[in-house]
């Protein structure tokens, strides 16, 4: 199904985004956008009121935005599903779906039949004896009452959900598979409740974690240190973030502590990575999410994880609008799960 026949929707702990795309050539239009502040529990409360008042915000965002279509593809939180790369025997398709049942008991803190399960081939692994051939498996299981919860949001509105996937795989689609060869990398994504850490190996997704520290813990932090309302503090980390020469460097001194237990976890990631993959170690990191553009971000990610660090771009290969090119540009980390939603087409399925 060509991509303007879908949009995406990236329903987030802080704000709502919407896209649809028109493939262009090798580039896409924006056809339609839009952005709007989630309710404050929105899909994280299972009360029908809180349903009922995401729907009613959704609604709100789909009649300003005006998609053309209302076949629409979201993304489940990465931090309410399982999602695990796994090594196997080389196995044919039918002993595969057998046998990964039996590992996704290992894996999933569920039992399986309250889980949606899904699972990719990722790549088949030269072993350095032959005759035990192996293939890298993404496995991931969706809890089916988070399912049933989104498909219902989703019906209340009126919108005809074609799609669930993983944030990670958006990410990919819309921060990496653009540039050509890649080297391997990792994505960083600073959620509001969540950091959410996947590595891209030729271009196909093998590691993920999601940290339960996200940006609005660090305007806590900054709230408590400096006496502020949790608002106010959101603008100075927004406007001051990791920047030691701005405040005197009382912001970043409140914020440190809090994203430090962010970075030890990102090391922790790569280490883990490393172990498996010690010939390909990781060279480059991209950020991306609300608090990505934090002043000195980039920088003390770099200092800390020794690797190069950019911020992603997912308007890379999307033509945008000239009267709202600049303000999209600005809010250009917020949107790229969404992007991502947006860009999938039929033989991603």
Known sequence: MPAQNTFGLDIGTSTTKLIQLNKNGDKFDLIAHGIISSPPRA???EAIEDQEELSEVLKRLVDEARPTTK??????????IFTRVIDMPLLSESELASALKWEAEQYV?????DVELDWQILDQITSTDAKNPKMEILLVAAPKLLV???MKVLNMVGLNPLSLETEPIALNRSLLTSVSSSPTTLIISFGAS?????IIRSG????????STGGIALSRAVAQDLGFELSQAEEYKKTYGLDASQLEGKVMQSIKPVFDVVVNEIRRALAYYLGKRPDDPIKRAVVTG???KMPGLVVYLANSLGVEVQIGNPWENILLPPSNKQKLIDQSVEYATCVGLAMREEQDA
């Open 290 to 292: 609300g608090s990505a």
């Open 71 to 80: 076949n629409v593809v979201t993304a489940l939180p990465e931090s309410q």
């Open 43 to 45: 899909l994280a409360s």
């Open 194 to 198: 969540t950091t959410d850490v996947c």
């Open 148 to 150: 049933e919860k989104y």
């Open 204 to 211: 196909k997704l093998t590691f993920t974690r999601s940290i």
């Open 109 to 113: 803190p569920l039992p399986l039949t």
